[in-house]
T-cell receptor, first 116, second 112 residues
Framework: GAVVSQHPSRVICKSGTSVKIECRSL??????MFWYRQFPKQSLMLMAT?????????EQGVEKDKFLINHASLTLSTLTVTSAHPEDSSFYIC????????????FGDGTRLSIL | TQLLEQSPQFLSIQEGENLTVYCNSS?????LQWYRQEPGEGPVLLVT?????EVKKLKRLTFQFGDARKDSSLHITAAQPGDTGLYLC????????????FGKGTRLSVIA
């Protein structure tokens, strides 16, 4: 149980393209999902908290107009990297929790984004 | 800001050796999770500890939550090459769906 699916697993695209990443909770409902970014050989950096039916909460330094988050249902959150540039290349991971207290979190397999 | 100090950051050992990874904080957490991550994949939950002083065992892995719920340790006995990966500790708060506080990770390499 508690499976989180993330798609696509890998994206390679040209600079200026917008890229959408999906995060789905397959066997539970999640009112809250989290989006992280991970640089090589580093830990996870929280980007934003995705709330179903309301606006996402972004961490300091994360541009909300650059990283658009939509949490349209209790099982799906999407992260759109708008007008992506090479510096946006990274490993993006989402997480969700089936528990009422939000713990523990279960992670998707991540999306490797490469902007040429 | 709640911080989790994780150490060591890097660890390279021979197969069969034992090791311990530490997570320490000045803040109290309601729970502490340990994850293991392999390259190109998302973190996989190993264990959750919620009670001060709690000890959980998962085969050769032993997890302990400090009495004051401010620190935790992961001990691996007789490490194997398959244990290689990035180990992450993460602290949680009980109130609502709040994000985890992550340590910086311990990159373990077990050499055959």
């Amino acid at each position: 149980g508690a499976v989180v699916s993330q798609h696509p697993s890998r994206v390679i695209c040209k600079s200026g393209t917008s890229v959408k990443i999906e995060c789905r909770s397959l066997d539970f409902q999640a009112t809250t999902m989290f989006w992280y970014r991970q640089f090589p050989k580093q830990s996870l950096m929280l980007m934003a908290t995705s709330n179903e039916g309301s606006k996402a909460t972004y961490e300091q330094g994360v541009e909300k107009d650059k990283f658009l988050i939509n949490h349209a249902s209790l099982t799906l959150s999407t992260l759109t990297v708008t007008s992506a540039h090479p510096e946006d290349s990274s490993f993006y991971i989402c997480s969700a929790s089936p528990g009422p207290g939000g713990q523990p979190q279960h992670f998707g397999d991540g999306t490797r984004l490469s902007i040429l | 800001t709640q911080l989790l100090e994780q150490s060591p950051q890097f660890l390279s050992i021979q197969e069969g050796e034992n090791l311990t990874v530490y997570c320490n904080s000045s803040s109290v957490f309601s729970s502490l999770q340990w994850y293991r991550q392999e390259p190109g994949e998302g973190p996989v939950l190993l264990v959750t500890v919620v009670t001060g002083g709690e000890v959980k065992k998962l085969k050769r892995l032993t997890f302990q939550f400090g009495d004051a719920r401010k620190d935790s340790s992961l001990h691996i006995t007789a490490a194997q090459p398959g244990d290689t990966g990035l180990y992450l500790c993460a602290g949680g708060r009980r109130s609502g769906n709040t994000p985890l506080v992550f340590g910086k990770g311990t990159r373990l390499s077990v050499i055959a």
